[in-house]
């Protein structure tokens, strides 16, 4: 496999931090929008944006009152 280049690590990485963007960007929309369980909106926030892939999804599974 050899080292990669610069442009090959981005080409393969690309992916991946579009998704991790998205999925942060929505569960901020959502959050803006929802009421919350355990924690208030600004620790969400503060999950969400910090715990990269594991806190946008933390939020979406417990996060979220369901009506």
Not at 10 to 20: F, G, M
Request: contains cysteine.
């Amino acid at each position: 496999m050899g080292n990669l280049t610069t442009i090959e690590l981005l080409k393969t990485l690309l992916p991946l931090i579009i998704i991790q963007l998205s999925l942060m960007f929505f569960c901020l929309l959502k959050l803006s929008k929802d009421n919350v369980k355990y924690f208030p909106k600004w620790l969400w926030s503060l999950i969400i944006i910090f715990g990269e892939l594991l806190g946008p999804i933390a939020y979406l599974l417990l996060g979220r009152e369901r009506s």
